[in-house]
């Protein structure tokens, strides 16, 4: 597997204020993509999904942006709350690995 | 309805043991996939199964091997433990298929000392 190193990089941002978390990916055929949220001692929790016939999803206070172009994925947070304070993962496959590629994964931390 | 069972918790091993984890999902899914997460890194895909077969694995050992029963449950057996092996693993569940949303467990925390 791939090693990252010990240090993940880790966005902090004013509780009430909205969050941005950036993902590239290298595989220019995947066409499903998700995002995960990990809090301390727990399994990553799914958040939100979009596949590549789209650019923008709309969720719950999240929207995923999606510029294949560029092999790019964006997580966007509104309103950002202390529950939020987590690790966040974003995820792709393709028809042809059939397997998940996950990302190293950015530390969002909410500043009271 | 229950979620994505993983046991035990935390698992303690001495170098050259073998470790067996299971993992039962989400009453429906069929298939059940490994991942490896070793301290602050990201999660490394191990080995997917459906109905009852091996679909695909990740770059790791033979010696990281697993099995799906007939009721869709799984076990992920770990032979001749190495130090690096110490880690959390997670078991996720989806509907057949990968792109379907994968639910993860809790994990298990594997320490080899």
């Known amino acids: 597997g791939e090693s990252v190193g010990l240090h993940l990089p880790t966005l902090s941002v004013q509780e009430g204020d909205n969050s941005i978390i950036n993902c590239a990916y290298s595989?220019?055929?995947?066409?499903?993509f998700i995002w995960y949220k990990q809090e301390s001692g727990k399994g990553p929790q799914f958040i939100i999904d979009?596949?590549?016939?789209?650019d923008k999803r709309q969720g719950q206070r999240v929207t995923v942006l999606l510029n294949k172009t560029v092999k790019h994925l964006s997580l966007q947070i509104a309103a950002t709350q202390p529950g939020d304070s987590a690790v966040y993962f974003c995820?792709?496959?393709?028809?042809?690995?059939?397997?998940?590629?996950f990302g190293t994964g950015t530390r969002l931390k909410v500043l009271a | 309805e229950a979620g994505v069972t993983q046991s035990p918790t935390h698992l303690i091993k001495t170098r050259g043991q073998q470790a067996t984890l299971r993992c039962s999902p989400i009453?429906?899914?069929?298939?059940v996939y490994w991942y490896q997460q070793a301290l602050g890194l990201g999660l490394q895909f191990l080995l997917w199964?459906?109905?009852?077969?091996?679909?695909n694995r990740g770059n790791f050992p033979p010696r990281f091997s697993g099995r799906q029963f007939p009721n869709y449950s799984s076990e992920l057996n770990v032979n001749a433990l190495e130090l690096e092996d110490s880690a959390l693993y997670l078991c996720?569940?989806?509907?057949?298929?990968?792109?379907?949303?994968?639910?993860f467990g809790a994990g298990t925390r594997l320490s080899v000392l």
């Open positions: 996720a569940s989806s509907l057949r298929g990968p792109k379907n949303i994968q639910y």
């Open positions: 595989n220019s055929a995947s066409d499903y």
């Open positions: 995820a792709d496959t393709s028809s042809g690995t059939y397997k998940y590629i």
């Open positions: 199964y459906d109905e009852g077969e091996e679909r």
């Open positions: 979009i596949r590549s016939n789209m």
């Open positions: 009453s429906g899914h069929t298939s």
